[in-house]
């Protein structure tokens, strides 16, 4: 199921975005930290030297970060053939959603000024279901996006995208 | 590289309009004031960041014009960059600057086009145009226009007219198999005061809520017979429970009548609720103890989410049907046979030990916290039994009866996928059994954590158009859900099951 072959992976364009937003949240946290350990210092003298502990933590997280952002995004995938849309994602838990063309209401495609900044796009797939009612691939190369957006609307004709997604130039 | 493979042409659908650039609308200026109405505090903001500026440093100065410019800029922003256009397949939507959005909706899936007119609109004479497709989130908001260009919206999008201008209907279409089946007008249930017993006795929870406010209004009134006002709000909220079990009996009905069910309920305050069978998503059978005992089933249907949060809901068709008249009735209400409760499967075996592991690593962490909170107070008043006692108890006890829960959750769970119907029942105490049409399914999701692979199982659950129908099956083997999930989406047709 979620190792299953012909799931197109994100490209290694989505990795650096996933961890640059880790990094504007990290430098929020050191932030935070920082302030958090030059308040408590008036207050109370603590063994170690200022900011030391912040550091620390901040370099737990960012090691952390590092490795969990790249088992994210190893998980995400998508595939599309001529009857269904499937995503996969999930690194503990593991999900798969699939999609049958014939019920995509619309489709979305939605990007950032950093996911245009890299050529990324989030593609959101709409159903009438209720309790999954959008599907969404994030950070997919932009091209392919609009190629899935227009590949599943559905007066588009049918037919397989094919492995584009990991393809240099898309 | 490989080259990308070409697209195979379809020739049984429609070629997609090619996009000339052409055709595209604005909105009408007046938007902006619009906007500057439903974004008056961020207006207001921005207009006091702006004239206050001046008299500090040029860098305050900069950073609090950024501010309020910023603060304004998004009254501008739909009207400058928000444009449609309808084609001969789709609705197409733009709008956004910094986060650019772009839908294209086909006009076959819209389900309803409403118009609002707000105090700029009848100021200037324009409306909003409002396109729903099925599903809570598939809504476009066209806005604001002159009213030429609304009405010219609302005829060439209207569901009836996409209706119209459809081609030839595709064999097999969901919609067109259950628009109008031929069901005689049958009556369903008609209860009156004489079935209130019944109806109170298999309504468990309200029962136990209610036997809680009886112990308790009659504890305060024994303990604190002078503080009548505690015992006032329970005797209130005894009412209230009393009503609404008094509601789904006395005066409660519903018929089946041409293509539609009609229930109709209430006392002081009587609602009458029709909905078409072709929008019927799902149906819920559901026992309880009491139920069981005296041989009744609860029956609803479950309708699609076609315009808003409040066209859902699951209505309850008959709270105290005879047992087993939902393989009458479902057929009916579903456009589909039923699939034979011999034929239901278990659930995988190893799923009860995977839930008393989790039991046993619920009764750690509580373990360990209950031995944190006996701690604190052997702390103040020495080695008490009775605290020590307590926390193992909670320990013990919590866990033990969340694992009896769930064994006998396990016993009652079954699940079949059917040629026409996939079924789940579950439920410890009070079972659930929800049939959904395959042809209603919009989705299916398949999940499971690190220990279920491991056990090779996973959850399963069944989407559809309706906020209330979801059919969910826990802890199937993957191969099952694999399977279940394949016969779902290959067997939907083009009718947009909703």
Request: without cysteine.
């Given at each position: 199921m979620w190792d299953a072959p012909g799931f197109e992976t994100l490209p290694t364009k989505a990795l650096l975005v996933s961890r640059v937003r880790g990094a504007f949240m990290l430098l929020i946290i050191i932030a935070v930290l920082a302030a958090a350990d030059l308040v408590i210092r008036q207050f109370v003298e603590p063994?170690?030297?200022?900011?030391v502990l912040p550091g620390l933590i901040a370099l737990a997280a960012f090691a952390v970060g590092w490795m969990w952002t790249h088992l994210v995004w190893r998980a995400l995938g998508w595939r599309l053939d001529d009857r269904t849309f499937e995503t996969r994602s999930g690194v503990y838990w593991k999900t798969w959603k699939g999609i049958p063309?014939?019920?995509?209401q619309f489709v979305e495609v939605v990007s950032g000024p950093l996911q245009r900044h890299y050529g990324l796009a989030t593609l959101v797939v709409r159903t009438?279901?209720?309790?999954?009612p959008a599907v969404s691939v994030k950070d997919l190369v932009a091209d392919v996006a609009e190629r899935l957006r227009a590949e599943l609307s559905p007066e588009s004709p049918g037919g397989v995208l094919g492995n584009h997604a990991t393809e240099p130039g898309l | 590289m490989t080259e990308p493979e070409p697209l195979v042409a379809d020739e049984s659908r429609p070629v997609p309009q090619p996009?000339?650039?052409?055709g595209w609308q604005r909105l009408h200026p007046a938007t902006i004031a619009d906007d500057v109405l439903q974004r008056l505090p961020s207006v207001a903001v921005g207009l006091f960041l702006i004239l206050t500026?001046?008299?500090?440093?040029a860098l305050f100065e900069l950073v609090q014009l950024v501010v309020g410019f910023g603060a304004l800029a998004p009254v501008v922003v739909r009207y400058l960059t928000g444009r449609y256009r309808v084609g001969p397949e789709l609705l197409q939507w733009r709008v956004g600057v910094l986060k650019k959005v772009e839908t294209d909706m086909p006009r076959?899936?819209?389900?309803s086009v409403d118009t609002r007119i707000n105090i700029i609109g009848r100021i200037f004479g324009l409306e909003t145009v409002v396109v729903s497709s099925a599903g809570g989130e598939g809504e476009i908001t066209i806005g604001l226009v002159v009213g030429s260009a609304a009405d010219r919206l609302r005829s060439e999008l209207s569901p009836e007219a996409v209706a119209v201008a459809a081609v030839e209907p595709v064999e097999g279409d969901s919609t067109e198999v259950r628009t109008?089946?031929?069901?005689?007008?049958?009556?369903?249930a008609t209860l009156n005061a004489s079935d209130l017993p019944r109806v109170t006795l298999v309504n468990v929870s309200r029962l136990i809520t209610a036997s809680a406010g009886v112990v308790i209004g009659i504890s305060i009134r024994v303990?604190?017979?002078?503080?009548?006002v505690y015992f006032l709000p329970v005797l209130a909220t005894m009412f209230a429970l009393g009503a609404g079990v008094a509601t789904q009996a006395i005066g409660f009905s519903s018929m089946l009548y041409g293509d539609r069910i009609r229930v109709a309920r209430g006392i002081i305050t009587r609602t009458k609720f029709e909905a078409p069978?072709?929008?019927?998503q799902g149906a819920t059978i559901r026992r309880s103890i009491p139920a069981r005992r005296i041989g009744t089933e609860a029956i609803s249907v479950d309708t699609a989410?076609?315009?808003?949060?409040?066209?859902s809901k699951q209505t309850?068709?008959?709270?105290?049907?005879?047992?087993?008249q939902w393989k009458e009735w479902v057929p009916l209400f579903l456009g589909t046979p039923v699939p034979d409760p011999g034929t239901f499967r278990r659930v995988a075996p190893v799923s009860l030990r995977r839930r008393w592991i989790a039991e046993a690593r619920r009764a750690v962490v509580l373990g360990a916290m209950g031995g944190i909170v006996a701690w604190l107070p052997i702390q103040w008043v020495g080695r008490d039994y009775l605290v020590v006692g307590i926390a193992v108890a909670v320990t013990v006890l919590v866990p033990l009866a969340s694992g009896l829960v769930e064994t006998l959750s396990y016993r009652n769970e079954r699940w079949v996928l059917g040629d026409e119907t996939v079924a789940f029942r579950h439920g410890a105490f009070t079972t659930s059994l929800v049939i959904v049409p395959r042809?209603?399914?919009q989705g299916v999701l398949i999940r499971a954590n690190w220990f279920q692979r491991r056990l090779g199982i996973a959850n399963i659950s069944v989407d559809t158009?309706?906020?209330?129908v979801v059919g969910k099956g826990r802890d199937l083997y993957l191969t099952d859900a694999i399977a279940v999930a394949d016969g779902l989406l290959a067997g939907v047709d083009e009718g947009g099951g909703v």
């Open positions: 063994a170690f030297p200022p900011l063309r014939d019920r995509v009438a279901g209720v309790y999954t | 996009d000339n650039g052409e500026g001046g008299g500090r440093d076959h899936r819209i389900q109008a089946p031929a069901i005689p007008e049958t009556e369903l303990l604190r017979p002078a503080e009548l069978l072709a929008r019927v989410d076609v315009s808003g949060k409040d066209a309850l068709v008959h709270p105290i049907a005879p047992a087993g042809v209603r399914t158009a309706s906020p209330t």
